[in-house]
């Protein structure tokens, strides 16, 4: 039946993934739209048993995989490439970083830049810290850093370095479900398979989702302290409606056109930002603040990776670090494929080195920049950032520019390069879920692609008119579980493939089974033979 239906609407997909992905999207829309306050209500008590029961399970995974990551790198696997031994990156290490992280968390960082550190400094997470004194600053900066530095990669690396090794080493095409081949066997290529993919797509589209109503918060208040334009529901719908069609614009050009140089363009915009704030900031306390937070950082890092709250049961863990944990986890599938498609090539120690250390270096200074001089700002008290964080964090970036010479230039600057975020950000999760929902035989088609970037406008929308930014942090804590449990089931599947391939089994005997002499062999289904030859 979906076959028929696949065909009557002129469409290229594996009908099982597409139909399933997309018909619970749209029973989520039409449900959240008329029953607002009964979804955010769901969502609310699920958080919550979330956080309570298995917050626990979040902070031991991503830290496990961490090490998990970091053991491969420096161990004999390392020298693995994505590809052939002979083969090298298709792009240069510049493209290849600022491609990973404006899809990555370019977004987030010009939400959360200013407002996490002076939430922190104003409402220390610690007990027995004052609030607003230097420890308080310190642990702000600390905490920040924390959760953008090398936890949130890790959550974008794994799924990047096995589909990478899977599609590249093996060809394996190029879905989450592939990576489970060594577990599942030629399940993975049927209904078991297609339920790996499903979740993947659901991820993608509500971790998406979120940042573009993060995104479109931020956006709106933006504009308001530019043109006076209302923060409403409706202006916020219609911001989305706006963005949508400049990602779907981007998502028809393609990776290389659209993606590449809107990415390249926007860090170029988003490093004269960072050199216009330390040009007029303080901007030795910046550099000495850098410094110190970096050695912060490390020093708190062993525990913190650990921390979880046993000993003091507040509502913070859930609002902050599981929030971050589940949304990023939800941005996995997309942000894995996407940094996979970018880094043929590259050898396993350069991979994980790359993704974890470039974009963290990078946090590092983004939060140096603003994060102090937010904090430098409120303790003069130039501007009652703290206050006005509290009511919206939507504002922080604004209302901090105000105590910067050119405020409404340096403003503008920021909303322009909210947009290209937002639609970086939109369009190679579009490209990803394409990819997700057909064959690798099967040519991507323009209306589906830009069907998945309306579906995430949709969303978007539906989430921010149910409940605003507690919605978007509700659901996203939630739906973020069963991918956090497909990770450790990834990085189980990497590390045997990796083991058989060291030991100098071909291709063909790693997807039979013969590199696993403790598991059965397994057959290849027919129409997908053509992909692991």
């Given at each position: 039946?979906?076959?028929?239906?696949?065909?009557r609407?002129?469409?290229?997909?594996?009908?099982?993934?597409?139909?399933?992905?997309?018909?619970?999207?749209?029973?989520?829309?039409?449900?959240?739209?008329?029953?607002?306050?009964?979804?955010?209500?769901?969502?609310?008590?699920?958080?919550?048993?979330?956080?309570?029961?298995?917050?626990?399970?979040?902070?031991?995974?991503?830290?496990?995989?961490?090490?998990?990551?970091l053991?491969?790198?420096?161990s004999?696997?390392?020298?693995?490439?994505?590809?052939?031994?002979?083969?090298?990156?298709?792009?240069?290490?510049?493209?290849?970083?600022?491609?990973?992280?404006?899809?990555?968390?370019?977004t987030?960082?010009?939400?959360?830049?200013?407002?996490?550190?002076?939430?922190?400094?104003?409402?220390?997470?610690?007990?027995?810290?004052r609030?607003?004194?230097?420890?308080?600053?310190?642990?702000?900066?600390?905490?920040?850093?924390?959760?953008?530095?090398?936890?949130?990669?890790?959550?974008?690396?794994?799924?990047?370095?096995?589909?990478?090794?899977?599609?590249?080493r093996?060809?394996?095409?190029?879905?989450?479900?592939?990576?489970?081949y060594?577990i599942?066997?030629?399940?993975a290529?049927?209904?078991?398979?297609w339920?790996?993919?499903?979740?993947?797509?659901l991820?993608?589209?509500?971790?998406?989702?979120?940042?573009?109503?993060?995104?479109?918060?931020?956006?709106?208040?933006?504009?308001?302290?530019?043109?006076?334009?209302?923060s409403?529901?409706?202006?916020?719908?219609?911001?989305?409606?706006?963005?949508?069609?400049i990602?779907?614009?981007?998502?028809?050009?393609?990776?290389?056109?659209?993606?590449?140089?809107?990415?390249?363009?926007?860090?170029?915009?988003?490093?004269?930002?960072?050199?216009?704030?330390?040009?007029?900031?303080?901007?030795?306390?910046?550099?000495?603040?850098?410094?110190?937070?970096?050695?912060?950082?490390?020093?708190?890092?062993?525990?913190?990776?650990?921390?979880?709250?046993?000993?003091?049961?507040?509502?913070?863990?859930?609002?902050?670090?599981?929030?971050?944990?589940?949304?990023?986890?939800?941005?996995a599938?997309?942000?894995?494929?996407?940094?996979?498609?970018i880094?043929?090539?590259?050898?396993?120690?350069?991979?994980?080195?790359?993704?974890?250390?470039a974009?963290?270096?990078?946090t590092?200074?983004w939060?140096?920049?603003?994060?102090?001089?937010?904090?430098?700002?409120?303790?003069?008290g130039?501007?009652?950032?703290?206050?006005?964080?509290?009511?919206?964090?939507?504002?922080?970036?604004?209302?901090?520019?105000?105590?910067?010479?050119?405020?409404?230039?340096?403003?503008?600057?920021?909303?322009?390069?909210?947009?290209?975020?937002?639609?970086?950000?939109?369009?190679?999760?579009?490209?990803?879920?394409?990819?997700?929902?057909r064959?690798?035989d099967?040519?991507?088609?323009i209306?589906?692609?830009?069907?998945?970037?309306?579906?995430?406008?949709?969303?978007?929308?539906?989430?921010?008119?149910?409940?605003?930014?507690?919605?978007?942090?509700?659901?996203?804590?939630?739906?973020?579980?069963?991918?956090?449990v497909?990770?450790?089931?990834?990085?189980?599947?990497?590390?045997?493939?990796?083991?058989?391939?060291?030991?100098?089994y071909?291709v063909?005997?790693?997807?039979?089974?013969?590199?696993?002499?403790?598991?059965e062999?397994?057959?290849?289904?027919?129409?997908?033979?053509?992909?692991?030859?």
């Open positions: 039946m979906l076959e028929r239906l696949q065909r609407l002129g469409l290229q997909t594996i009908p099982g993934v597409f139909f399933t992905s997309a018909g619970m999207a749209v029973l989520f829309v039409i449900f959240a739209i008329p029953f607002d306050a009964e979804v955010s209500g769901f969502f609310g008590v699920l958080t919550g048993w979330v956080a309570r029961n298995l917050g626990w399970f979040y902070i031991l995974s991503v830290t496990s995989l961490l090490l998990f990551l053991a491969l790198a420096v004999r696997y390392g020298a693995i490439r994505l590809g052939s031994d002979d083969s090298r990156p298709d792009y240069s290490n510049l493209t290849w970083f600022t491609m990973l992280f404006a899809a990555g968390i370019g987030i960082l010009m939400f959360w830049g200013v407002a996490e550190p002076i939430s922190h400094f104003s409402a220390p997470p610690f007990a027995g810290v609030a607003g004194s230097e420890q308080a600053a310190s642990d702000a900066m600390t905490v920040s850093l924390y959760h953008f530095g090398l936890h949130t990669w890790t959550i974008f690396a794994m799924p990047g370095l096995a589909i990478g090794y899977f599609a590249y093996h060809n394996l095409p190029m879905r989450i479900s592939s990576l489970f060594p599942l066997g030629d399940r290529f049927g209904p078991w398979g339920a790996v993919d499903v979740i993947a797509v991820g993608t589209l509500f971790g998406v989702a979120t940042s573009l109503g993060l995104g479109t918060l931020q956006l709106n208040s933006g504009l308001s302290y530019l043109f006076g334009i209302p409403t529901g409706m202006v916020q719908v219609l911001l989305i409606a706006v963005i949508a069609c990602a779907a614009t981007s998502v028809a050009l393609g990776l290389d056109k659209g993606v590449r140089r809107l990415s390249q363009l926007n860090i170029l915009l988003a490093v004269l930002l960072v050199l216009f704030v330390v040009v007029f900031g303080p901007t030795v306390h910046i550099a000495e603040g850098m410094v110190q937070s970096v050695g912060d950082y490390l020093d708190a890092l062993p525990w913190l990776a650990f921390w979880t709250e046993s000993f003091r049961e507040t509502d913070w863990q859930r609002q902050w670090t599981l929030f971050y944990w589940a949304w990023t986890i939800s941005w599938p997309y942000v894995g494929i996407f940094i996979a498609r880094s043929r090539g590259r050898t396993i120690r350069e991979f994980v080195a790359g993704v974890l250390f974009p963290t270096a990078f590092v200074v939060f140096g920049v603003f994060g102090l001089s937010a904090i430098n700002v409120e303790m003069n130039q501007v009652a950032l703290a206050e006005q964080v509290q009511q919206d964090p939507s504002v922080a970036i604004f209302a901090f520019l105000e105590a910067f010479p050119l405020a409404e230039l340096a403003s503008l600057l920021s909303v322009v390069i909210i947009i290209i975020f937002f639609t970086t950000s939109s369009d190679s999760a579009s490209l990803v879920i394409d990819l997700l929902t064959r690798e099967q040519p991507s088609l209306r589906q692609r830009i069907f998945w970037a309306a579906a995430q406008g949709v969303i978007a929308a539906s989430l921010l008119l149910a409940g605003g930014l507690d919605a978007l942090q509700n659901v996203i804590t939630s739906l973020g579980l069963p991918f956090c497909l990770l450790l089931f990834m990085a189980v599947a990497l590390f045997r493939a990796l083991r058989a391939d060291y030991r100098g071909s063909s005997e790693l997807v039979q089974g013969r590199a696993f002499p403790e598991v062999a397994v057959t290849v289904p027919k129409e997908e033979n053509q992909d692991v030859q």
